[in-house]
């Protein structure tokens, strides 16, 4: 699309991610030649988001009133087959389809199924015996497929033939339908558990664009003022400043494997202002902070097998907290 072309030139393209210049960089090389791709990186850093800012890049269009997505002039979905619905303009944001990796997720969530009563009305090849699946609905928009690596291999196969080919066989039926979409797959590359692995005729149609935590404390501080939620209380900002500082230092400390993400940061936000809140203070303190930091972030951590066998998580960040305290006196006190 021109359009797609045109925005994706623009300053402002994919402007609701802050830094990540070079992620942003790559995934607009790759969208300009109608690649797909698969976002690698931890979770809580804004792979969805980032998906997002690209359907609302895509042009508005005329449109028939389908969940598929249908040209008014060839219309092949079901639903339009039989009867001529209305035609609105659909803008990219209603045209973006998220798809949730998971073992149980089947093919026929993904691509659709012949139905067996309407195989026998219309004829089992017929497009009114097919009802399509959810990668349809993505049609002149944008499939979003989170956690590509935790569906099933058979999930994966199936996506093959879209991608490639843009058509898709059901059992020993080849149905015909628009797979026009732009693929988007994200993976965590620390995930191990309950994962698949992506084959390597799978990945050869993807090209991997490398997303990392926030580069800078103030993209990650701007982050968590966007989204996180707000109480009646003041939160200074050098406070803030150094609480997150802390997330970030458990973050890159070489006891750590499994890392907190941005959703802990926002989680010591919002926690704080909560703990000011109920001890009707209209300031958050620094025990307000503190007393937040086990229930947020012990969870979110998973230490080296090295350390994991010799102190709990909780063991881990009291003595991390303690000795971040000495340096920065805003943080001392709390029930830690």
């Known amino acids: 699309m021109e359009e797609l072309k045109e925005a994706l ?9 802050l830094g990540q210049e070079n992620t942003k960089y790559q995934l607009k090389s790759a969208l300009l ?3 797909h791709v698969i976002i690698l990186g931890p979770p809580g850093i804004g792979k969805t988001t980032l998906a997002r800012n690209v359907a609302k890049l895509l042009p508005e269009l005329e449109l028939n009133a389908c969940q598929y997505h249908c040209d008014p002039k060839k219309p092949l979905c079901p639903e339009c087959k039989k009867s001529k619905p209305k035609t609105k303009k659909i803008p ?15 093919t026929e969530d993904l691509l659709g199924d012949i139905d067996p009563t309407k ?18 609905k993505a049609n002149r928009g944008v499939l979003f497929f989170d956690e590509l690596n935790r569906c099933p291999e058979k999930v994966q196969n199936a996506l093959l033939q879209v991608l490639e080919e843009g058509k898709a066989t059901i059992g020993s039926f080849t149905i015909e339908l628009p797979a026009n979409f732009i693929f988007i797959g994200t993976m965590n590359p620390e995930e191990s558990a309950a994962v698949e692995k992506l084959s390597d005729v799978f990945l050869d149609r993807c090209d991997i664009i490398h997303m990392t935590y ?60 909560a703990n000011a809140y109920l001890s009707s203070r209209d300031k958050v303190t620094s025990n307000d902070v503190t007393d937040a930091l086990i229930s947020v972030l012990s969870h979110r951590i998973e230490l080296k097998p090295s350390v994991k066998y010799l102190k709990t998580n909780e063991e881990f960040l009291k003595e991390r907290h303690e000795e971040y305290a000495r340096d920065h006196t805003q943080l001392k ?3 830690l």
Do not use: C, N, W
């Open 333 to 335: 006190g709390g029930g």
């Open 33 to 35: 030649m109608g690649r």
């Open 92 to 106: 990219g944001q209603e045209r973006f389809i998220r798809v949730q990796g998971s073992p149980d997720l089947t």
């Open 9 to 17: 030139r623009s300053e402002d393209a994919l402007g609701d991610i």
């Open 119 to 136: 195989a026998l009305k219309f004829g089992p090849v017929s497009i009114e015996a097919f009802t399509p699946g959810k990668i349809f």
């Open 214 to 273: 926030p580069q800078a404390l103030e993209h990650e501080k701007s982050i968590v003022k966007a989204k996180g939620k707000t109480l009646d209380v003041r939160f200074d900002d050098e406070l803030l400043t150094i609480s997150l500082d802390f997330v970030r230092s458990i973050r890159e400390h070489p006891d750590v494997m499994k890392k907190p993400s941005v959703r802990a940061s926002i989680g010591i936000y919002e926690r704080a202002q």
